[in-house]
């Protein structure tokens, strides 16, 4: 069944809540990443609101939830912003981003923040821990299993060869308990992840390793749930959502530059700019 | 155990067997290979558990990162392939979704040491106990013999930290006995002067102790009383073991078939210099790779064989005065 409007409406609202939480953590930060946090807000913000993720934020040791491994740590601040708006700790450890003690460390500690499923931060490994899970999960439960595991990689990150070690071995195991997303918003630290180590035909790479491949509009709700839908409903192998987002989504003024890659709002005109895009 | 006709047996078959009985006291032991299973000895715990096991292929970044994954979800995960590529080619991964992670993966390097011979240089990690003891949480275990190692791994099967066991290739007499005590992090005496004081404490660990228990033997025939410490668990160190052995003896030698950089012999040296500075000799690898042989040519040429120990003894004897 799809999302109701009013649902999609409320899914917008939290997500719009969320992208306040990420600008206002980094300019207190003074350092950090801006453009994937902000373009995955949208996914996170579905993950997390509309009921397609099991999770229990006051049990995060729960054994029935669902699993969610973030590859790319360094988009923490969407994690962390996101994790406080679904109630795993108070909105105002969100301040403490990056200092001397805090609970969320630059990129993500499961030692301090143990609601985490990993620490991450190195590229290119979450998706084997996530096949991992995925795989011990099939040997407890069999093809039963009513766990789903979800692993979000960043696009650049694909440049890494360990993540393609993993893809060939989910598609081996006919991994159908795991779904990836892929935060495709074509930039990395450098540049455009086509001029600086070409990507595509992307979905072919992933259909070729034997994966069920979607696209979808990783800022519209509606099609975001028809494409995790249809995920879930694969029995015979892992899913990959290529998500098309727009890096730095929600600032026009930063959108799309890859420059917004790894660093916050410091200047004040760039305050201003991040600030009144987002009504802040 | 001098005997010439000595029973001699790869240390990685005890890994393989001890990986079986410690599968079968712990449903959530389960065994990753990366194409190796033969010469890992992991196949036994395959032909057993073939729902427990898992083939990686050769993609050791993979191994160690799946296991991690597992062991997030209750597993107790047994990687292994040669040391050179676990927890050689994996470091990373090892430190960040291991033992940053906290996570109880064991990890068992066979083929290290120069011992594993004609295979040459690529294949004979040299560098592992470094760059596995310099990591948080890692505990470092390296047996000496194939029952030594048997028990290692049932012992490292019941912890709940990642361990790194190191596994020689080549046949090794075996030292040890079933009764012999093992305890992760207790360094045990395994060679006393019949009577007297020894002059010189040897601290040894994997395939050599054997080599050092014959030095020890020779030493003594001579006149030169030593002790002969297996120093099993490279880390967590026996501290109290290594201090007692320095003030008892004023002069050390450690024996390793590793680069003395970074070693076992720099961690007992570390240990002393904060404690109980006495001279210390150090018997490995002088910052060379290795070369294609005989295992027995390859010790000798590194000058990790029983002269190259006595002279150790010797020359630290003379600093002592």
């Known amino acids: 069944m799809s999302l109701t409007d009013a649902k999609v409406r409320e899914l917008e609202t939290k997500a719009h809540d969320i992208r306040v939480s990420i600008i206002e953590m980094l300019i207190e930060a003074k350092s950090g990443h801006t453009a994937g946090p902000l373009d995955m807000a949208d996914i996170f913000t579905y993950l997390y609101f509309s009921g397609a993720m099991k999770y229990d934020s006051k049990r995060p040791d729960w054994l029935e939830r669902d699993r969610l491994v973030l590859s790319n740590g360094h988009i923490a601040p969407v994690l962390y912003a996101t994790m406080a708006h679904a109630g795993y700790f108070p909105m105002d450890k969100l301040a403490t981003l990056r200092k001397f003690g805090s609970i969320l460390q630059g990129h993500p500690h499961r030692e301090w923040l143990p609601a985490l499923e990993t620490s991450s931060g190195p590229l290119g490994c979450g998706l084997s821990q996530a096949v991992g899970m995925a795989i011990a999960d099939r040997m407890d439960h069999g093809a039963v299993s009513s766990k789903q595991i979800f692993c979000l990689l960043g696009d650049g990150e694909l440049d890494e060869g360990n993540n393609w070690e993993a893809i060939m071995l989910a598609g081996k195991e006919r991994l159908h308990n795991l779904t990836v997303v892929v935060d495709r918003n074509c930039i990395q630290i450098d540049g455009f992840t086509e001029d600086i180590m070409p990507l595509e035909p992307l979905g072919d790479k992933w259909r070729a390793f034997g994966w069920h491949v979607q696209e979808c509009d990783g800022h519209n709700f509606l099609d975001i749930d028809r494409a995790f839908g249809e995920a879930r409903a694969i029995f015979d192998k892992p899913s990959v959502i290529l998500a098309r987002t727009i890096a730095s989504k929600g600032i026009p003024a930063f959108e799309r530059k890859f420059e917004w890659h790894g660093k916050p709002p410091t200047t004040p005109e760039e305050i201003a700019t991040a600030r009144e895009a987002l009504h802040m | ?321």
């Open chain 2, 1 to 321: 155990m001098f005997d010439k006709d000595v029973e001699q047996v790869p240390i990685r078959k005890g890994f393989g067997e001890g990986l079986v009985v410690a599968a079968e006291a712990d449903m959530n032991v389960v065994g990753l290979c990366a194409d190796l299973t033969e010469s890992t000895q992991m196949y036994l715990f395959k032909e057993k558990f073939p729902t427990r096991f898992l083939e990686i292929g050769i993609a050791e970044q993979n191994l160690a990162a799946v296991a991690s994954g597992m062991a997030a979800m209750g597993k107790v995960p047994f990687i292994t392939s040669y040391a050179m590529f676990s927890p050689g080619r994996n470091w990373e991964q090892i430190r960040t979704t291991i033992a940053y992670n906290y996570r109880p993966v064991k990890i068992a390097g066979s083929h290290a040491g120069v011992s594993v011979g004609p295979d040459g240089g690529t294949h004979q990690a040299i560098e592992d106990i470094a760059i596995t003891r310099v990591m948080p949480r890692m505990v470092v275990l390296s047996p000496c013999d194939a029952i030594e190692a048997r028990k290692a791994i049932v012992a490292a099967a019941k912890t709940t930290t990642p361990v790194y066991i190191r596994l020689a290739r080549d046949k090794t007499p075996i030292i040890t006995s079933d009764q012999t005590p093992f305890t992760i992090g207790k360094a045990e005496v395994y060679f006393a002067p019949k009577e007297g004081k020894a002059v010189v404490g040897i601290v040894a660990t994997g395939a050599l102790l054997h080599k050092a228990l014959s030095a020890a033997q020779e030493l003594e025939n001579e006149g030169v009383a030593v002790k002969v410490v297996n120093l099993a668990t490279i880390k967590p160190l026996d501290e109290q073991a290594i201090w007692t052995l320095a003030q008892e003896t004023g002069a050390i030698v450690t024996v390793e078939e590793h680069q003395i950089a970074g070693g076992m012999g720099s961690a007992v040296a570390e240990c002393l210099a904060q404690h109980a500075p006495v001279p210390v000799e150090f018997i490995g690898v002088r910052d060379q790779f290795g070369q294609s042989g005989t295992p027995a040519e390859l010790i000798e040429h590194y000058g990790m064989g029983v002269s190259h120990i006595k002279a150790a003894v010797e020359k630290v004897l003379l600093r002592k005065r």
